[in-house]
C-alpha cells in the first residue's frame, strides 16, 4: 500500500507541473509572480463535492502548507496558488488519487497571502 506522504509528493508533483505550464504559457498570470516565490499549491473543490474527498484534500492543503512553508527564507515571498479541479471528474472519483487529481485539474489562481 503506498503511503498517504507518497500520494501527496505524487499530487504535488502534478500540480507543480500544471502551474509550470500555466506560468509559461500565460504572460499575464506569471508577471503577477513575485521573483524568487515560493509557492504553496492548494487544491478547490466545488462545495457539493462528497465529504471523504472534501476531507482529504483539506488534510493534503494543510500537508502542502506545512511543506511548502518549513524551509523558507525570511527574504522569499511565499505565494499561494488555488487549483480549482473539475466538479463531474471529482464527483466521479471515489478517492483522492493522483490520478483523480491529473485529470480534473483545470484552473489555477493566485490568492494573496
Given at each position: 500500500m503506498?503511503?498517504?506522504e507518497r500520494i501527496y509528493q505524487e499530487v504535488i508533483a502534478i500540480l507543480g507541473r500544471g502551474l509550470d505550464r500555466r506560468i509559461i504559457g500565460d504572460p499575464d498570470f506569471s508577471a503577477r509572480?513575485?521573483?524568487f516565490s515560493h509557492f504553496v499549491i492548494k487544491i478547490a473543490v466545488s462545495h457539493d463535492t462528497t465529504l471523504s474527498i472534501k476531507t482529504a484534500i483539506e488534510e493534503f492543503n494543510q500537508w502542502s502548507c506545512r511543506i511548502s512553508t518549513a524551509n523558507v527564507e525570511e527574504e522569499?515571498?511565499?505565494c499561494h496558488v488555488t487549483c480549482h479541479l473539475r466538479p463531474l471528474l471529482v464527483q466521479?472519483?471515489?478517492e483522492f488519487t493522483p490520478q483523480m487529481?491529473?485529470?480534473s485539474?483545470?484552473?489555477y489562481e493566485l490568492v494573496p497571502a
Open positions: 503506498i503511503s498517504q509572480i513575485p521573483a522569499h515571498p511565499i466521479a472519483a471515489n487529481v491529473s485529470d485539474c483545470d484552473i
